[in-house]
């Protein structure tokens, strides 16, 4: 793939992703909303509509449903034609619809929302679940990873929806075995070791993990996405659970193991 990327959206996953971008050589443009967050690159648009003219592909990569949607309404008459939007945000197949319906006939529209924390995202090692006609941009997808194709529009973030639910769920059970290995006494160490070696042990991985940075409230807004879809009545426990500790918020995922043991 040839021509210019504009990067919409450099939190905690954005701005590794655009770095990749930019040290692929790809002519780059970026904007976020908070400007100090876009310190290092070259380029830096005014407006999201500035990044825009002109590109040939843009990835947008933003918190949360309501975010993409301002986003995208405000972008979509500066996109020119022939333009291939990238939607790599976690906000589910409903919520993708109502961007496709945003975008003129003339523009691509594919989902490529991500699984993987910041390190991978620095170090190229997301796996992406990519909906839509993608082929053009496959170049640029893979410089953020393993690309999984899963079909038409909407099927990417349907795909993201239902693996994130299962990874917070999954962390929310190991937080309450070790609230239920204290109530026995139990040694944290052994218990850590016994998931560590159980069936449980990549989800025990992903709760005690260093170096990654999956915000707890995004973490909530996932597993809502998700109870918002169908009749889930764990994921609607989790999220209560998630909510419950407004000093977590901000913390990686992990931190609720130890609000959940009572910790902190």
């Known amino acids: 793939m040839n021509g210019k990327v504009a990067f919409i959206g450099l939190g905690s996953m954005g701005a590794p992703m655009a770095r990749?971008?930019?040290?692929?050589?790809?002519?780059?443009?970026?904007?976020?909303?908070?400007?100090?967050?876009?310190?290092?690159?070259?380029?830096?648009?005014?407006?999201?509509?500035?990044?825009?003219?002109?590109?040939?592909?843009?990835?947008?990569?933003?918190?949360?449903?309501?975010?993409?949607?301002?986003?995208?309404?405000?972008?979509?008459?500066?996109?020119?034609?022939?333009?291939?939007?990238?939607?790599?945000?976690?906000?589910?197949?409903?919520?993708?619809?109502?961007?496709?319906?945003?975008?003129?006939?003339?523009?691509?529209?594919?989902?490529?929302?991500?699984?993987?924390?910041?390190?991978?995202?620095?170090?190229?090692?997301?796996?992406?679940?990519?909906?839509?006609?993608?082929?053009?941009?496959?170049?640029?997808?893979?410089?953020?990873?393993?690309?999984?194709?899963?079909?038409?529009v909407g099927t990417g973030a349907a795909m993201k929806i239902v693996l994130i639910n299962a990874v917070v769920n999954g962390v929310a059970v190991v937080g309450e075995a070790l609230q239920l290995a204290d109530a026995f006494d139990l040694p944290e160490e052994q218990v850590r070791g016994a998931l560590a070696n159980s069936p449980l042990a990549g989800l025990a991985a992903r709760a005690f993990a260093d170096g990654a940075y999956y915000q707890t409230k995004l973490a909530a807004k996932d597993v809502a996405l998700a109870a918002d879809a169908t009749d889930l009545s764990i994921a609607h426990a989790v999220h209560a659970r998630l909510k419950a500790y407004p000093e977590a918020q901000n913390q990686d995922i992990s931190a609720i193991v130890e609000y959940f043991k009572g910790s902190k």
């Open 20 to 152: 990749r971008i930019a040290e692929a050589g790809y002519p780059l443009t970026v904007w976020n909303r908070s400007t100090e967050k876009a310190e290092g690159f070259d380029n830096v648009a005014a407006s999201p509509e500035d990044a825009v003219v002109d590109a040939d592909v843009v990835v947008t990569m933003l918190s949360d449903p309501p975010a993409v949607l301002e986003i995208v309404g405000r972008i979509a008459g500066a996109l020119k034609s022939g333009a291939v939007l990238v939607e790599a945000s976690t906000i589910g197949p409903d919520a993708v619809r109502e961007v496709a319906q945003l975008l003129p006939d003339n523009v691509n529209l594919v989902d490529a929302p991500v699984m993987g924390s910041v390190d991978r995202a620095a170090s190229g090692e997301l796996n992406l679940l990519v909906g839509g006609d993608a082929d053009e941009v496959m170049p640029l997808l893979e410089l953020f990873g393993n690309v999984n194709r899963t079909g038409a």
